[in-house]
């Protein structure tokens, strides 16, 4: 069976999601309004002639169609309609694809987005969904439209001269929309977008092989997972799953509408969870399966998450202001960020984004000797913030045996994850799998096949549950696909049994 891909539209919607989330989160402090200078003007330009030229597509056809008829390729009768046809396409892409376009990328048009532009409110921060969609159609659209039907080209082109005369005179090159609406471009502060790790093409043109069970899949109730409940089951069933349990991390919330979802969609689902955990210092996470997740102990999980999460952060940005002597704005990535933290990477991304902090000797000196911005920027958080770093912070997570303790009060089946099972050693695993463990997910994308062979041979001494999972986030690791969790056909009977457990 064929794994879905990710398609244009996913990883493209994707990739606008996370430019947005990065602005809001701070990066709008490093954004700069367009100023009367020769470099600004060229790229205010040059994205103005990319956006008309791509709502004009439609004209273009149909003068290559004219053209056809006036060779007698095409049969004159057919040139008012095809005149029509055009006029009805040119107000799809001018009014509606150009508005709609730049709300959801939040302020960039299609020359915009090339350029790196940005259309925000005054205070630099993003603008109204309808500002935006207001400015394309009655700025742009409607009097391409309406100017070029009954003064064709010379009418077109006088709105844009009055436009360009408006843009010239203001101090930050605002049309006579942006005005109305209290809009503004700016240059967007440079963002590396980077998704967790690239899918392989081979890998793209192979066909994987997709089981029908996946006990492990991420929603966006995760910090890292993107589809919502539905969309997961709307995938589960084009790809023929009759099995699925989403776990996201360190929230039961999902289970409420997913077990809704299941009738609708005729799939089997098993409520589920991943919670992380600690063992002899060690960092390890465990799956529930079957819990009751109306249990107040998957509120306290949460909570307490959620308190560690930013109790981290605070000590983070403690440890690095008094490291590097920069202030680091708080409240503003706090207030911007859906799970109350503050990652390193933000910390990392807010001092290479200013002009300022670019400019200390212990940031520059990553600038001067790397090859690439981006490289600067890894090798910089892995030297400040990882293990061995001045701003290193250490997590402390609830101990194994308790997190265990916890799944089964709440008449749940505990499974060890299979996330860096292969960094433990097979005597460890057994003493982890002793605390109370009923099973193991034995088959996903992140095991090698020694510890599978290992994991079998203690869940089959121990006769435990085997299960099997894809990790599957979305676009944001395009490496998981929903399905594909290195479960080979003859292994799915004893994954089967997990699914059957409460019966």
């Not at 609708?264 to 600690?278: F, M, R, S, T």
């Not at 202001?321 to 991304?349: A, C, H, M, W």
Request: hydrophobic residues 45%.
């Amino acid at each position: 069976m064929k794994q879905q891909k990710y398609n244009f539209k996913d990883l493209t919607l994707a990739y606008f999601q996370k430019k947005s989330k990065l602005y809001r989160a701070g990066g709008y402090k490093y954004a700069t309004p367009l100023k009367r200078d020769l470099r600004d003007y060229q790229n205010h330009f040059f994205a103005f002639l990319m956006d008309v030229n791509i709502c004009l597509l439609p004209v273009y056809i149909w003068v290559l169609e004219f053209l056809l008829i006036m060779c007698g390729l095409i049969p004159p009768h057919f040139f008012d309609l095809l005149f029509y046809l055009m006029f009805a396409l040119l107000f799809v892409s001018s009014v509606l694809l150009l508005a709609f376009f730049t709300a959801r990328t939040n302020g960039q048009s299609f020359g915009y987005a090339i350029m790196d532009l940005k259309l925000v409110r005054r205070n630099k921060k993003e603008a109204m969904p309808i500002n935006l969609i207001l400015r394309q159609a009655l700025g742009f659209g409607l009097p391409l439209m309406i100017l070029g039907f009954f003064f064709q080209v010379p009418g077109v082109i006088l709105w844009w001269l009055i436009n360009g005369i408006v843009v010239l005179v203001t101090p930050n090159q605002q049309t006579l929309f942006d005005l109305i609406f209290g809009l503004v471009p700016v240059n967007e502060p440079d963002q590396e977008i980077r998704f967790e790790t690239k899918a392989e093409p081979a890998l793209v043109k192979e066909e994987l092989v997709v089981t029908p069970i996946d006990l492990h899949i991420r929603s966006n109730y995760s910090d890292d997972g993107y589809y919502d409940v539905e969309e997961l089951f709307k995938q589960a069933k084009e790809n023929r799953l009759e099995v699925i349990s989403i776990t996201d991390h360190n929230c039961a919330r999902a289970n409420a509408a997913a077990v809704r979802f299941s009738s609708l969609y005729n799939i089997q689902y098993i409520p589920g969870v991943e919670v992380d955990a600690q063992y002899k210092r060690m960092r390890v996470r465990i799956l529930g399966y079957y819990i009751d997740w109306t249990n107040e102990v998957f509120e306290v999980l949460e909570q307490n998450s959620l308190k560690r999460e930013k109790d981290l952060s605070m000590e983070r940005v403690q440890k690095f202001e008094n490291y590097s002597g920069i202030r680091i704005d708080v409240d503003s990535l706090i207030s911007n960020s859906r799970f109350q933290t503050i990652t390193p990477t933000e910390i990392t991304k807010m001092v290479f984004h200013n002009e300022r902090t670019r400019l200390l000797p212990f940031v520059k000196k990553y600038i001067d000797s790397c090859e690439s911005e981006s490289v600067a920027m890894s090798r910089f958080e892995t030297d400040v913030f990882g293990k061995n770093g001045p701003c290193y912070v250490k997590a402390n997570y609830p101990d194994a045996k308790a997190v265990i303790d916890a799944i089964h009060s709440a008449g749940g089946i505990a499974i060890l994850s299979s996330w860096h099972l292969d960094y433990i050693s097979d005597d460890v695993l057994e003493e982890i799998v002793d605390l109370g463990m009923d099973g193991v997910e034995c088959f996903s994308n992140d095991i090698h096949e020694q510890t599978i062979a290992a994991a079998l041979k203690i869940v089959q001494k121990r006769k435990l549950f085997v299960s099997c999972g894809s990790d599957y986030h979305g676009p944001t690791k395009p490496k998981y696909h929903m399905g594909v969790s290195n479960c080979p056909e003859k292994a799915l009977p004893l994954v089967k049994i997990l699914t059957k457990a409460a019966k």
